[in-house]
Each structure stands twice: as C-alpha cells, then as structure tokens.
C-alpha cells in the first residue's frame, strides 16, 4: 500500500469520506479560512495600489498574524481534504496548480511586506509606494485569486478513487 | 404568490443565460468566493479597528474600506442572483438557504444601526482612540454574522432538493 493510499485509510480521512457533515464541516472552514487569508491579502495588495492612504501601513503588521490563523484554518482542513482523495487530487492539474499559486502568492506576499517595511517612506505615508511594492502587490492580487479559481475548478474536476 | 415569483426568476435573461451556457454556473460560483473574500477581508480591516485590536488608524480611514465590503456585497448579490436563477424552485425549498438569507438580512440590520448610530461616532476618532462598547458590540455581530453567512452558503448543497 503506497502513501497516498494509507492516507485515505486515516481516521480523519474516512471521516470524511464516510460520515454525513465531515466533508461540509471541512469546506465550509476553508471557505472562512479563505476569506481570512485572501481578503485580508487582497486589502494589503490595494492598499499598497494607493487605495485608502489614510490607513497607516503599520495596521497590516496587526493583520498580519490574523491572516495566519487563516491560513492555519486552511493548511489543517485543506490537508484532511487531501487525505481523503490524495491519489486523486494528485494528479489533478488545478490542484497542482493551486499549490503553487498559494506557493508563489506566498513568497510575493513576505516580499512584499518585507519590501513595504524597508521603504520608510512609504509606510509613514509620506510617499507613494515603489513601482516594485506595486508590481508585486498585483502579483499579490493575481495569485490569490488564481488558488481561489483553482479551488473553485478542484470542486468541478473532482471524482474519488 | 411565492410560486409565481420563483417562477418568473426561472425565467429572466439570466436565469436562461445561466441554465443555456454550460460555465456560467460555475463562473457565478467563482466570483461568489472572490466577492466573499474581497467583502470579508475589508470587513477584517474595519471591524477588527472597532474591536479594538489595534487603534492605529483614524475612524475614517477604516471607513474608506467599508466601500470596499461594499464592493464585494455587489459582487456577491449578482452572483448569487445567478446562482439562484438557475433553479430559484429548489433554492427556496433548502432550510438552510433560508437560513442563509434569514442571517444576511440580520447583518443588513446590523449595517443599518452602523450607519446610523455608529458611523458618525467613528468618523471623530483618531488614531489611538477606543471605541465604546456599543460600536464594538456591532462590529463584532458583523464578524460573526458573516462568518456565519459563510458556513451556511457551504452547507447549502446538505439539505438541497433537485438539481441547483
């Protein structure tokens, strides 16, 4: 029995597979994980464009740490998900395709903060932000909403094995 | 009554759009989880000022992106309206559509005592001030509201009847 395969024997797998709410229960927190990380990145990324200059910069290091909890929420229900059709959802193009959306929207999101923190300028909004800030809070934008499509294309493409 | 509103929104352009273009279903759906976060989000930046996690920003700053929920409400009625259209009869039979909309109309009530009794009061802070606890009873409804909004709007296909 290959990996996969003993995955979806878990206990918590075939919770999912087999009761009646494991699977909706599971959905419906990465639905509010989903808002959590992604609206709170979508907020960053146009507030970074010029949207709602009055708010200081320095709100989204309070942010922060609640997008974590977010995407805490949805790494622990989107890894149950898995589980229970691994062997499926690994050969599943949007999944794959997710998975490196979140990746990649991930490595611009720590650039971007880091780069918003280092650009004095700017966070104390004395100035616009830089044309590398902006660039990449469009990344930002871009690759949230691709993970989200993709979610979205996962639920249209999926069969169980 | 019921039967003949439901009946003429099977039958509006969209509700045919929805039902003869094979995608747009699922584009409805899409942009209903876009919508839900831009909405969620913006609510996170506002109502967690409210609540007095952090004071940094003045009350009207954190009121510019209330727009921005606002924003994301549009998005979501739209789809939603798509969504819906597609089989109006069997929506309107699921508990927990009803339940859905039922918690939607209570953070419209919420939404209407924010901008008449709180927005004003928001719109005098400064950064640094707390707020009173009857604006931080209000933003943390809206919180809970919409989370709960969420939770039902997944659990909807558990009680649904017929094709949706």
């Given at each position: 029995m290959n990996f996969l395969e003993g995955l979806q024997?878990?206990?918590?797998?075939?919770?999912?597979l087999e009761s009646d709410y494991g699977f909706y229960?599971?959905?419906?927190?990465?639905?509010?994980?989903?808002?959590?990380?992604?609206?709170?990145?979508?907020?960053?990324?146009?507030r970074v464009l010029g949207y709602g200059k009055?708010?200081?910069?320095?709100?989204?290091?309070?942010?922060?740490?609640?997008?974590?909890?977010?995407?805490?929420?949805n790494a622990l229900t989107g890894t149950i998900l898995f589980a229970a059709n691994g062997i499926h959802l690994f050969q599943n193009l949007a999944f794959v395709l997710k998975l490196v959306m979140i990746a990649l929207g991930g490595v611009a999101v720590f650039a971007l903060a880091r780069g918003?923190?280092?650009?004095?300028?700017?966070?104390?909004?004395?100035?616009s932000a830089s044309l590398r800030s902006k660039v990449l809070a469009?990344?930002?934008l871009g690759l949230w909403t691709g993970a989200i499509i993709a979610g979205r294309v996962i639920g249209y493409t999926m069969t169980y094995s | 009554m019921e039967t003949q509103i439901l009946d003429w929104m099977a039958q509006t352009p969209l509700a045919h759009?929805?039902?003869?273009?094979?995608?747009?279903?699922?584009?409805?759906?899409?942009?209903?989880?876009?919508?839900?976060?831009?909405?969620?989000?913006?609510?996170?930046?506002?109502?967690?000022?409210?609540?007095?996690?952090?004071?940094l920003g003045s009350g009207?700053?954190?009121?510019?992106?209330?727009?921005?929920?606002?924003?994301?409400?549009?998005?979501?009625?739209?789809?939603?309206?798509?969504?819906?259209?597609?089989?109006?009869?069997?929506?309107?039979a699921n508990p927990i559509f009803k339940l859905k909309m039922g918690l939607i109309v209570l953070a419209g009530l919420n939404l209407l005592w924010f901008e008449l009794y709180e927005k004003r009061k928001i719109a005098l802070l400064a950064t640094g001030?707390?707020?009173?606890?009857?604006?931080?009873?209000?933003?943390?409804?809206?919180?809970?509201?919409?989370?709960?909004?969420?939770?039902?709007?997944?659990?909807?296909?558990?009680?649904a009847t017929g094709s949706s």
């Open positions: 024997q878990t206990v918590m797998a075939r919770w999912v229960i599971l959905l419906a927190g990465h639905a509010v994980g989903m808002a959590v990380v992604a609206g709170a990145m979508f907020m960053l990324a146009i009055d708010e200081p910069m320095a709100v989204f290091d309070r942010l922060y740490p609640v997008a974590w909890w977010g995407f805490a929420l918003v923190r280092q650009d004095q300028a700017f966070f104390e909004g004395r100035a469009v990344a930002t | 759009a929805v039902r003869n273009i094979s995608w747009l279903f699922a584009v409805c759906e899409t942009v209903h989880f876009f919508g839900l976060s831009v909405l969620f989000g913006a609510l996170l930046l506002v109502d967690l000022r409210l609540v007095g996690l952090w004071k009207r700053a954190a009121i510019a992106f209330t727009y921005v929920a606002m924003i994301g409400f549009a998005l979501n009625l739209i789809s939603g309206l798509g969504c819906f259209s597609n089989n109006p009869a069997s929506y309107w001030d707390a707020t009173d606890l009857e604006t931080r009873i209000v933003a943390s409804l809206s919180l809970l509201l919409w989370v709960l909004v969420i939770i039902a709007g997944r659990f909807l296909p558990v009680t």
